[in-house]
């Protein structure tokens, strides 16, 4: 089992109404199994799948990318900065 | 110079922080707030970053713009939190030799910003309702 720690920012905060999480998964699990996990919480994350993108440890990561124990996984809905 | 910053952006001190008796010019780019979207009342804005990310990708562009142009110097400054309407929220500077290198790296700069740094912007209507800038670009988010 592993342990990552997941980071919501701007509308993916306010879907999940928390800006942190701290979730245990299997080993091998997969950023994908994150975004899993956060539609259980809140389906209209769903909604979103196409517009979500997610970073680990700061840099833009695909959704097959394979977590490991104490990874920081931001989830970033379209950025507008500028 | 790479920061992310609180409070006003200090457009000479950005300006400085790229001069060198070895160019030929600096290239500014300066973002302002503005007082409407979508053709309502815009009061202020805040802008909401990843920090420890959103740094390490402006110093990436900045590595990026100095590889791909001639440049001498680049600097990138954003704010975070509320900013009033029409106080500078990005700042890039750019010096090198020759003009056409500075214009390309200064544009070059400020578009990957837009498209991949985490910061978001939420805007404050003077009619009271407050949005965050991706419920615009992709329908409700």
């Known amino acids: 089992v592993i342990r990552v720690n997941i980071k919501l920012f701007a509308s993916a905060r306010d879907l999940a109404k928390t800006d942190h999480i701290t979730l245990s998964l299997p080993d091998r699990s997969k950023v994908a199994d994150v975004f899993i996990c956060l539609s259980e919480m809140n389906s209209e994350f769903r909604k979103w799948e196409k517009h979500l993108r997610f970073a680990v440890n700061w840099e833009y990561v695909p959704n097959d990318c394979i977590l490991h124990d104490n990874d920081e996984v931001a989830v970033i809905p379209p950025v507008s900065g500028g | 110079v ?34 409407h979207s979508n053709g309502k009342a815009v009061v202020a804005l805040e802008y909401e970053a990843y920090a ?8 990436r562009i900045a590595d990026e713009a100095k590889a791909k142009f001639r440049i001498t110097a680049i600097s990138i400054v954003h704010r975070a939190g509320r900013v009033e309407i029409g106080e500078a929220s990005v700042v890039i500077a750019v010096s090198s030799s020759h003009r056409k290198e500075g214009f ?38």
């Open chain 2, 104 to 141: 390309e790296a200064c544009r070059y700069a400020i578009d990957a910003l837009k498209k991949d740094v985490p910061i978001w912007k939420k805007e404050f209507f003077a009619n009271g309702e407050i949005r965050g800038q991706q419920q615009n670009d992709s329908g409700g988010l």
């Open chain 2, 52 to 59: 420890p990310m959103a740094l390490k990708m402006m110093h």
């Open chain 2, 2 to 35: 790479i920061e992310i910053v609180s409070t006003s952006i200090d457009v000479q001190q950005v300006l400085q922080s790229v001069e060198d008796p070895s160019v030929g010019g600096i290239n500014m780019f300066i973002g302002t707030t503005r007082n």
